[in-house]
């Protein structure tokens, strides 16, 4: 059954990159008329065929929106729509997609979503969870990694522009951990936290964060 609905979406947002599906994307966009209802309604369904709905993505590739914090969303969309956030995913997926978005219909995407019930973490009992338990509280010292829940909330639920991360696909997290170590996605203060993570130390913590 996952699997089924992750080839639907797959072959939604295969569509939705083409020249008939951007264009759809920018006439709803631009139906939207600046309203944020209106903005949910033309454009939510478009969004889903990559994230979900709701929001709640069952596809590693795509990140799940569902209770991500508003303010993070925001700053997210705007990035993509400016081209300041450049990571491959963004580029790839993102850029196209949140070129006609209007500040008012960010707003009531990140509205929308952020109100969306968390997709729950899954428990494990690999290793590499309570490993990754161990770096998101107390960090690393000895190779200045910080503890993340300072940041990111003690339940991993973020707050204002830090993103939830609990309940996250654990691919997408690991990419997000590598791209900002490379700084393919350039953000100062996560580059300095990740860039001496190792992929094990990436995956401990994506293992962990995936079950919260």
């Not at 083409?18 to 006439?27: D, E, P, Q």
């Not at 709905?53 to 303010?71: C, H, I, N, W, Y």
């Not at 081209?83 to 990140?110: C, K, N, Q, V």
């Not at 109100?115 to 590499?128: E, F, K, L, W, Y």
């Amino acid at each position: 059954m996952a699997q089924g609905r992750l080839r639907q979406f797959e072959q939604g947002w295969r569509w939705i990159a083409t020249a008939g599906g951007l264009a759809a994307l920018l006439t709803l966009a631009a139906c939207a008329n600046d309203d944020k209802q209106d903005a949910v309604a033309g454009t939510e369904h478009v969004c889903s065929s990559c994230h979900g709905m709701e929001g709640k993505s069952v596809s590693p590739t795509f990140p799940r929106l569902a209770g991500q914090q508003k303010d993070y969303l925001v700053v997210q969309l705007k990035a993509f729509r400016d081209h300041t956030r450049a990571d491959p995913h963004a580029h790839t997926y993102m850029w196209g997609m949140a070129a006609a978005l209007s500040d008012p219909t960010i707003e009531g995407l990140a509205d929308y979503y952020s109100s969306q019930t968390p997709v729950p973490g899954q428990a494990s009992n690999s290793p590499d969870v309570a490993a990754g338990k161990n770096i998101y509280d107390e960090g690393i010292p000895e190779l200045g990694v910080p503890a993340c829940g300072g940041c990111h909330g003690d339940q991993a639920q973020g707050g204002g522009t830090f993103p939830r991360l609990a309940g996250q696909h654990r691919p997408y997290i690991e990419g997000q951990l590598a791209a900002f170590s490379s700084n393919s996605r350039a953000n100062e203060i996560m580059h300095e936290n990740a860039k001496n993570l190792t992929p094990d130390t990436e995956r401990q913590l994506a293992a962990f964060l995936a079950t919260q």
